[in-house]
């Protein structure tokens, strides 16, 4: 079996049909590859054929992208030397794309050659639009849900088989920037202005359109293979260009604050890329792009934003039970945690019975989903018909009986242990023994709340991070008594409102805020120690997080960070850790320094409720030190603060997966996602080192940061974390 | 080790570097010639008098690329026996001709040479020369690139100058200016500019504005802000370098910082021999050059070190300099060199500096010498010290002694 065929037509068109086996949507392998330049090869030599279509035999979609499985092939291929396995690899795909873009032409006099035409009835991603670019024109379905576009830099590369380098000479460096470093995707419509593909037709006559063109004796030399070429915008030393790039440097440096290594090399590509010729250009590519690979960045990138974050999408760790897919979902509060969860679940296609005390907070609730729908109408995401099918699947009610029929419930009222009993009883008074419930809460344990139940096995957590529309991440959390069915019914709904699970085991603050929580505290400690604001918070967006800590704790509240500590401090008792970080939290409460939403929190708001400085009496009660420490440590101090707890989440078994631990930190909080997540980072500085720093932060900055036994158990093996427990199976 | 000294040193007065400025019809090539032929003329030179003309130039492209030192001495009445050797050392290469000539001369290599340099900034663009550092990304990002007024912002954020200060600094410096073009002060080393019939084509620094005071320069918005905070922001990479810093203060302004002009400026070295030779008097031996890389962020720190460097070497203290002329490329590099010696303000370019007069790129580190050199004859002083800020993090400094 091949992905690729072709049919050569009487009229001297051949036509080559992409359908990957066995998979919904093309992907591109190793075999593939040569598949391509086999037919290719046939149909330049046969002088019946005029000219090819290259198609998909996919309905919807030309190609998702490239196995990235090709990538690990091409390196450990390479043995000792695997950046010469992934730079020949990249230079052989370079080869086959450039044997379609040249088509049999004379490369002097640029004579001869075969018109061949990409036809895109849909989708097309990486190198689904890589190989297009080396056609010599693309025609488009006029398909407005097909994605058009190169997302790699969203994993931490680059397009690397010609893709930067043919897009920059298409567009100009200034048009492609947003395509190629922010993974832009276009529908056709936007694809053709934007100038990535030539012509968007009516998909039924996507074939007969490029067949025309093919038979019309086209140009088909292109423009960087002309003479006389200028790359549109301007070259880097043209004085236009000379301003786009030093722009460019800048933007890309400032935006990614340099934590991304791929951005970095993408751009050197296309500037060094856009001095020399254009083969010359591809083998710079491949260059970069090859440095890219061998980074570990890359590689953990792709291990859990897409290969581990799809893997959990599609239920990696749900037990084995009947399919869970939930019909009508009950939501208890009508909040602001309660009001997204009933929009996603009914955007879903979920009914939702959307309950609080009041009709008019049901109703606050539900205007909630029809708000979120006008904006999207305003912005072209959305319709009326859409706003309405959503509505219509929301009933907002005071009354319990219209729960009826619900096969989950999510509670998502206030955190009171006794509110969340009272109304978890009148809920399962309501719903048949099946009914699985669950609480959306984020402090409570999730086995004191199982209480209230009868039936503990199936009460669970499904903890939503906020907004909902907005937050990739579910974190699900089996209580003592949750039994395998809510956990496969808690991993089907949340595959149903498209968002990532993590599954974790019931303990103080879960999963997420255990580690959330330190990083935070740990930023505040350096407050009072007097170390810069400014310092504390660009420390951490140089190390990639989206928000610094202190700007965190604003946008989530100063009382809440009070209310957790005490708490927090009422439940430990003398071996609460924190007093250090309550002296500056307790303070600015009682300063009525709340957070953002009292417009005065760390920083000033203006009466817009824009952030401005940080507040100046921050300054006055905590003087700047006059040594201020240097970076690194501020880094490792935030870093260690938060991945320290991860591997206590392991060894506690609190964790049981570290997939779920380096997705759920990137998706539920942004924790530097060119690292992978705390294992991956742990991984990429080694357990040795690691264990040594926590060994000279303990010291200096107090048993926070003393190595667990687990990392100095693996440190004295030299161990890492994916090497242990990439199996996925064992438990610490 | 034989000493090296200046014999003489002269420029042509600074023109606007731009359309409608005076110097603006001149090639460079003309102009550097103009220098050469005043130096060989007033000392009386004749034939293969010095070994060299070391020509500092900045943009090196167009009619300024192409080693224009030897075309200059081609140009000129010098005899072409003399090369040319063409260096860019960005802001100071006007010095770093002076401080190669004075090391070439100590360390033997001949008795005589011409150093200086030239730079018509209307003509040929700053920045028209290209540069990776700016440009390529695995360099600018690395060493976080940012435009030298971004460089000058972070001064002073970092140093905690105001706007008013620098307003004032600039204030201070047209006043001076002024008063030493009406006192007459720099007529000693300025040739007139002429045409090639001897027609003047200009006779005085042209940049200048009397009068501007704090009300003027405080009309003026921001020159770096619209780049450092929104396209393509530049304060984001700053405060990558910079994390303590919350935001950049953006002070300067084309009223505070060096102006954009044409001009040329030669300095004449030897060895004592050179100048009984020649039956030429020393006016000042050189006592010590520096040069010296630093953060390129900040980028215009580097007077600091440099000077620094050039007292830890020549084994003096700050109190043994009389005069320092500190280039104004923007009043914070100024306001930072005072700040960091603590020195008097009333012994730093006296006679006003680049922000009244413009800042020809490789012209104004020799002439910022010859200013120096002629204000301590003139005030019967006795040591100078020159220093220049550089682009991409370095700094220059001459110490230079009357005897």
Redesign the interface.
Known sequence: MTDFTMEKGADGVAIITWDTVGKSMNVMNAQGFLDLEALIDDALADDAVKGVILTSGKPGSFAGGMDLNIIAKMRDDAGDNPAKGLFDGVMGMHAILRKIERAGMDPKTLKGGKPIAAALPGTALGIGLEIPLACHRIFAADNPSAKIGLPEIMVGIFPGAGGTTRLVRKLGAMAASPLLLEGKLNDPRKAKSAGVVDEVVPADQLIEKAREWVLSNPAIVKPWDDKGYKMPGGAPYHPAGFMTFVGASAMVNGKTQGAFPAAKALLSAVYEGALVPFDTALKIEARWFTNVLMNPSSSAMIRSLFINKEALEKGANRPDAPDQKVRKLGVLGAGMMGAGIALVSAQAGIEVVLIDQKQEAADKGKAYSASFMDAGIKRGKATEAKKAEVLDRITATTDYSALKGCDLIIEAVFEDPGVKAGVTKQALAEVGEDCIFATNTSTLPITDLAQASDTPENFIGIHFFSPVEKMLLVEIIKGAKTGPRAVAKALDYVRQIRKTPIVVNDARFFYCNRCIIPYINEGIRMVAEGVAPALIDNAARQLGFPVGPLQLVDETSIDLGAKIARATKAAMGDAYPDEAVDAVIFWMESEGRLGRKAGAGFFDYDDKGKRQGYWPGLAAKYPRAADQPDLHEVQHRLMFAQVLEAVRALDEGVLTDIREGDVGAILAWGFAPWSGGPFSWLDIIGTPYAAERCDQLAEKFGPRFTTPALLREMADKGQGFYARFGGHSEAA | MSDAYIYDTLRTPRGKGRKDGALHEVTAARLSAQVLNALKSRNGLEGHAVEDVIWGNVTQVMEQGGCLARTAVLASDLDERIPGLAINRFCASGMEAVNLAANQVRGGAGEGYIAGGVEMMGRVPM??D?AAI?????I??ET????QGISADIIATEYGFTRDEADALAVESQRRAKAAWDDGRFAKSIIEVQDQNGLTILDHDEYMRPGTDMQTLGALTPAFQAMGEV???????A??KY?????INHIHHAGNSSGIVDGAAGVLIGSRAFGEKWGLKPRARIVQTTKIGTDPTIMLTGPVPATEKALRDSGMAIGDIDLFEVNEAFASVVLRFQQAFNVDPGLVNVNGGSIAMGHPLGATGAMIIGTLLDELERTGKGTGLATLCIASGMGAATIIERV
């Open positions: 920045g028209s290209g700016a440009v390529d990304p695995s600018a990002m976080y690139f940012v435009p396209m393509p922001g530049f304060d984001a990479v405060r990558m994390p303590h810093l919350e935001r």
